[in-house]
């Protein structure tokens, strides 16, 4: 059964591999925005703010969480789902920081094979959308890692926020670009290879459709050369 459909288009991913936690402080949470966090960002106080500004997150649970469970709703096991509860924390300085209810997602990854268990403050949709958002954001992490692999980003060109960031657009802007004209040329190969092929023939006066289907990257260009000669030799 294919879910992906009902995820949200407006959610947000807050994450890395180094968790920085005061990173939160400097989020201006927008009301109605998902918050998608690992664990290693579970701080109730900084949570509550979110909630508080009426903006929604998802977030791994901790194995060792204190709390008081209030309800168990029926959960679709089918689906992967293991339970979906409404909570109460019960340690008194995590209580104090969250004083409202919690939802409590159990899902199981059968690709992975792991029990996963969510934590929100949505208790709108459905559970199985609450362990979908979570996994969304497995998906921000495989394009990042796909944008090292092959945009090769081993060094900034500048140190400064800005220049870091411009670079890392550019390279999402490539990536995107590419993406458009495999899609809109209905081409089969993969991006990694028409990057190769385009990094080959860049000031090439071709027309981009005949230079994706009649080129071997591996290999000189099949059609002639129409830049001009630098040298006459």
């Known amino acids: 059964m294919d879910l992906r459909g009902s ?3 407006f959610i947000k991913i807050t994450d890395g591999k180094v968790h920085d936690i005061n990173v939160l402080d400097d989020l201006i949470p927008e009301p109605g925005s998902f918050y998608v966090m690992d664990r290693g960002y579970l701080d109730f106080a900084r949570l509550y703010n979110l909630t508080l500004c009426l903006a929604f997150f998802v977030i791994r649970s901790k194995t060792n969480l204190k709390f008081r469970r209030i309800y168990s709703h029926l959960v ?10 409404t909570i ?24 992975n ?4 268990t969510f934590l929100t403050n949505n208790f709108s949709l459905p559970a ?11 998906q921000i992490e495989l394009f990042f890692k796909w944008m090292k692999q092959h945009l090769r980003i081993k060094a900034f060109y500048g140190t400064s926020e800005n220049s ?5 657009w550019i390279a999402i802007s490539i990536y995107v670009l590419v993406a458009i004209i495999k899609k809109h040329l209905n081409l089969d190969m993969s991006l990694y290879t028409i990057l190769q092929i385009l990094s080959i023939t860049l000031f ?21 050369y129409k830049q001009l000669s630098l040298f006459n030799l």
């Open 7 to 9: 995820i949200p288009s």
């Open 76 to 85: 679709d096991k089918s689906l992967g789902l293991i339970y979906d509860q």
């Open 88 to 111: 109460v924390l019960s340690n008194a300085d995590s209580a104090k920081d969250y004083p409202e209810k919690l939802r409590r997602v159990g899902y199981y990854d059968a690709e």
């Open 113 to 116: 094979q792991k029990n996963l």
């Open 128 to 138: 199985i959308t609450i362990a979908l958002i979570y996994k969304s954001r497995w």
């Open 164 to 168: 870091v960031k411009t670079q890392i």
């Open 204 to 224: 090439e006066k071709v027309p981009i459709l005949q230079v994706l289907t009649n080129s071997d990257y591996k290999s000189e260009p099949c059609f002639p």
